[in-house]
């Protein structure tokens, strides 16, 4: 499939999904939107990949925002929708049982920061930036902001960034937790490509028990999660790449995981 605003690249187990609206430095239209839905869906269903990077095109952003001229005079309804339809999108992304690194080349700012932080893992450049400057607009985020910001630095900080729209570079981003890393901006996409390579490298099924027991657990409290965290170990022992990993140690050679 062509995109208009995406460009999407496979090399082995690994997808790479560029933003690519260089002249609006990455926004999302509704049209952008769809497309990575699309993109979504297509790695979701193709078994043979394990890991997807999220990027932007050029050296200035990563995604700079919703697109701001497709916001304007919108009837409340709308804005509901295209909040809720944004929202399922990256909420699929964050639950695909699949592993998404965002590498983070510039601006990250409102819509922008939320697809990063309903990616797996940040990586970002030391040119990057990211924030919430909906307040500026005199609106709030409606892509997961207010939830993942807040569950990623606490609230204390969320709400600083939130309400006074300042934003945050990387140094400060990574000191916060906001991103796990931050790189020279040359040596960002390799950095993003060995880690992927890293992820792959791994029982397939066990990284998606991992990623259901986060995500799940984070949803109540901790007996909750203690549970379902017990639940997802005894699952993890139907699998032959358990009994790969754990033969493999006992007899000193590396684990050949075969994604069972
Ligand atoms: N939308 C549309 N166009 C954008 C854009 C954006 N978010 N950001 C930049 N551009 C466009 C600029 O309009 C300009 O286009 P031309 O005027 O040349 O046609 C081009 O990109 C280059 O931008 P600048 O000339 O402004 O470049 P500068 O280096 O001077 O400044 C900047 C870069 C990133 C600091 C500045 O462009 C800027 O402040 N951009 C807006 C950043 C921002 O506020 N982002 C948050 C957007 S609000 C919701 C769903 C989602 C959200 C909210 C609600 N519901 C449905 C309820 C999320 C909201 C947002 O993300």
Redo the contacts with the bound molecule.
């Keep these: 499939m062509n995109y208009n605003n995406l460009v999407y690249e496979t090399d082995g187990p690994v997808a790479t999904c560029t933003f690519n609206r260089p002249?609006?430095?990455n926004?999302?239209?509704t049209e952008t939107m769809d497309e990575l839905a699309h993109v979504i869906s297509d790695f979701k269903s193709d078994n043979s990949l394990k890991v997807l990077i999220l990027t932007g095109s050029g050296d200035?952003?990563f995604i700079?925002?919703?697109?701001?001229?497709?916001?304007v005079g919108?009837p409340p309804l709308s804005?509901?929708?295209?909040?809720e339809?944004?929202t399922k999108i990256l909420r699929e992304l964050e639950t695909i049982g699949k592993p998404s690194i965002a590498a983070v080349n510039g601006?990250a700012?409102?819509?922008?920061?939320?697809v990063a932080m309903a990616c797996s893992i940040r990586l970002a450049s030391t040119n990057a930036?990211f924030?919430?400057?909906?307040i500026?607009?005199g609106?709030?985020?409606?892509?997961g902001?207010t939830q993942r910001l807040a569950r990623l630095v606490g609230a204390g900080r969320a709400l600083e960034i939130l309400m006074t729209g300042d934003p945050v570079n990387a140094e400060e981003a990574h000191r916060i937790g906001l991103v796990n890393k931050v790189c020279e901006p040359d040596a960002l996409m390799d950095e993003a490509r060995t880690l992927a390579g890293k992820l792959a490298s791994k029982s397939k099924p066990a990284i998606e028990l991992i990623l259901q027991a986060v995500h799940g657990g984070l949803e109540g409290g901790l007996d909750e999660g203690l549970t379902l965290e017990t639940e997802k170990f005894g699952l993890v022992y139907s699998t032959e790449d358990s009994q790969e990993g754990l033969s493999a140690f006992i007899e000193k050679r590396p684990a050949d995981f075969q994604d069972r």
């Excluded at 804005?79 to 909040?83: D, E, G, I, T, Y």
């Excluded at 700012?109 to 939320?114: F, I, R, V, Y």
């Excluded at 609106?139 to 892509?143: D, M, Q, R, T, V």
């Design positions: 002249k609006a430095l926004a999302l239209n200035r952003a700079a925002g919703a697109d701001i001229k497709g916001m919108r804005a509901r929708w295209l909040s339809h944004g601006f700012l409102g819509g922008g920061c939320e930036l924030g919430q400057p909906e500026n607009l609106i709030i985020p409606g892509y902001g």
